[in-house]
């Protein structure tokens, strides 16, 4: 019989040939090839996560973190293990280096070096999947009915995973980032690319799949992450709550429709929180043993969290805060020692993307503060007043319309969440305290600064379904109010997670990711019809010279066109069309760009209008269709959603 060891060696190298031997599907093809490319990119995900089990198993041993449980010693070891491999990437980047064979290398020195460790890991698979099967027999009827309700709901967001990415944060951002760095085999300094310059830990892990003719990969990435979380969350609950409290946490967070939504996307978000989360968790272990390992651990992953998003500095800042809370009455080496250590540790990890910002553009946080004018990324939403900071909660749920991202209809807490409020009265469990403190200081930060955004929110839910979860639980030991709130939270979670798993399946019938998957459809087909620009885009690049440029718009989404679309990153069309505007000047700058043709949609245009700077881009609107297009433009291109002009004024 061979070992789970070598069988997963063999199908490793089967995988790289049969990726040399088939290369990614051309974008025209129909047929049972485009099984191959799924196979691969899940087979990469197979073998990436391998790799990240030994790595982190090695660390977690140098760390000496034994006591944790199996189920921690995974989530911590997976998360440990990606991040290390995705600054591999970055060092391989800065170096010049950002090519599929050095990334190749990198992978198998990884594999040589952690080889006993994962080893031991892929031995361990058929145990594992046996005490699954046994657990699974052996568990009461609810718990099989929850686990094959977010199973559905997984396979729902994987098969989303597996078809070409149209999610617009992914074309803008998180998959044009590394198609820019591997085009030029080296990470550098991008001015004119904003988001090139953020923290791309996340990124690189894309750019892995990327490198070998896989964007699907990116996708199948940030669902992983989604997974930890969950598994996080319960692992959470099974040491600090029950049982009970740890399969409550895990149905309430996935209980939330939009939940899987952002879990198929080409998103970072889902990794940045369980960093964060992982943070956290650690650092409530540090609080229970008092040991400066916990510290460390908190330390890295956090530093993880601030190496994948600015928006991390928060939940920093909370964890930072909370520990000086802690250690108040410690003395003043204590407190300062511990927050150093975790603080230190946290720069520490986070460094290499500050230093680099540093270096190339004189800011350690580009595009943000120390002079810098520009406010790409940053979320735009009103002020609000100190009576509506502290209602924000019910604005949440009520006023959603002030929240809302692509996907509004679904962006809302979980109505299980207001349990939270009984926990006077119902909490039972130790670490209830402390977890409040810390939720409550990771939520005022997303409150005071990023509230424009629901997404943003995203580190505060698993904290808030644990909390949830420990009122569920505690109201269960009330004699009073156990049938009547017993009843209602068990019918909030089932509804919940029935009402995910329809958006889900309405989702997956509206988007039918499965005939692209299948090879029915060609990509580009799928393309078409998901993505309103995508005709204009290929127009362009067949019909147009390769010297053409096109200025898109109010359109920013350019991973799908090559150097001949120019996004409007800065809103860079509404600033050229403040007062004193006229059409000579725009037209001498857009000259000085070589501009050669402009593409309009103003479906690109409507969502600006309903923010705070929502007048501004109505009158760059008016300007553009009263003044400059009859002045300067001939229209070349036109479909249902796109206009393309050549710009006449030369």
Not at 11 to 25: G, S, V
Not at 125 to 151: C, G, H, S
Request: charged share 15%; hydrophobic share 55%.
């Amino acid at each position: 019989m061979i070992r789970p060891w070598l069988g997963i060696t063999i199908a490793a190298i089967l995988l790289i040939a049969l990726r040399w031997l088939f290369p990614e599907r051309p974008i025209t093809y129909i047929g049972p090839q485009a099984l191959l490319d799924s196979g691969f990119a899940l087979g990469l995900l197979g073998i990436m996560l391998l790799l990240a089990s030994g790595l982190g198993c090695k660390l977690q041993n140098w760390l000496k973190l034994e006591d944790l449980t199996p189920l921690e010693r995974a989530i911590f070891g997976i998360a440990l293990g990606l991040g290390v491999i995705a600054y591999g990437l970055l060092f391989l980047g800065l170096a010049g280096l950002l090519q599929p064979l050095a990334i190749f290398l990198w992978l198998l020195l990884i594999a040589i070096w952690s080889w006993p460790e994962w080893r031991e890991c892929a031995n361990r698979i058929p145990e594992w999947v046996l005490d699954r099967y046994r657990a699974w027999r052996n568990a009461q009827f609810w718990q099989k009915l929850l686990l094959v309700t977010m199973n559905l709901i997984l396979i729902f967001a994987m098969l989303q995973s597996l078809s070409p990415p149209v999610d617009p944060d992914g074309l803008i951002v998180h998959l044009q980032a590394p198609k820019i760095f591997l085009q030029a085999e080296r990470i550098y300094a991008t001015p004119e690319f904003v988001f090139g310059n953020y923290p791309l830990t996340i990124q690189l892990l894309f750019a892995s799949g990327m490198a070998f003719g896989t964007d699907a990969f990116a996708k199948l990435v940030h669902l992983t992450y989604a997974v930890l979380l969950v598994l996080g969350t319960f692992a959470f609950g099974l040491r600090f709550l029950t049982p009970k409290g740890a399969w409550v946490t895990a149905a309430i967070l996935v209980g939330m429709p939009i939940f899987p939504v952002w879990a198929g996307l080409a998103y970072i978000d889902m990794g940045w929180t369980l960093y964060e989360f992982l943070g956290v968790f650690a650092i409530l272990l540090w609080a229970e043993r008092n040991q400066q390992r916990w510290l460390l651990l908190s330390g890295t992953m956090v530093g993880f969290a601030l190496g994948s998003k600015y928006i991390a500095f928060a939940g920093a800042a909370a964890v930072g805060l909370w520990i000086l809370w802690h250690t108040r009455l410690n003395g003043w080496r204590t407190l300062l020692g511990s927050s150093a250590l975790f603080g230190g540790v946290a720069l520490l990890v986070a460094s290499p993307w500050l230093i680099k910002n540093w270096w190339w553009l004189n800011n350690p946080v580009y595009p943000y503060f120390f002079g810098n004018e520009t406010t790409a990324g940053i979320p735009t939403h009103s002020s609000f007043s100190w009576w509506e900071y502290l209602t924000l909660p019910w604005y949440l749920y009520f006023e959603r319309q002030r929240f809302v991202g692509v996907y509004g209809t679904i962006e809302f807490p979980s109505l299980l969440f207001p349990f939270v409020l009984l926990l006077p009265w119902v909490g039972r469990f130790r670490i209830i305290h402390r977890l409040i403190v810390l939720t409550l200081l990771r939520y005022i930060f997303w409150a005071v600064f990023f509230h424009g955004r629901f997404r943003y929110m995203l580190p505060v839910l698993p904290n808030l379904s644990l909390l949830a979860s420990a009122a569920i639980i505690g109201l269960a030991t009330q004699p009073y109010w156990q049938r009547l709130g017993l009843v209602l939270a068990k019918g909030l979670i089932a509804g919940m997670l029935a009402i995910t798993l329809i958006y889900s399946a309405i989702f997956f019938y509206d988007v039918q990711p499965l005939v692209v998957v299948l090879g029915i459809e060609s990509k580009e087909s799928f393309l078409q019809r998901e993505l309103t620009d995508y005709s204009a885009k290929q127009f362009i690049q067949t019909n147009l010279s390769p010297q053409a440029r096109v200025f898109m718009l109010w359109n920013t989404r350019s991973y799908y066109c090559d150097d001949r679309c120019i996004p409007d990153y800065q809103h860079e069309w509404v600033r050229l069309t403040q007062p004193p505007v006229n059409v000579a000047s725009i037209a001498m700058h857009l000259r000085e760009k070589n501009v050669s043709h402009l593409m309009f949609s103003i479906e690109d245009v409507d969502y600006r209008l309903i923010q705070r700077n929502g007048q501004l881009h109505l009158d760059a609107l008016q300007f553009f269709r009263n003044e400059f297009l009859p002045a300067c433009t001939k229209e070349v291109y036109k479909d249902e959603w796109i206009t393309l002009y050549e710009f006449t004024c030369r």
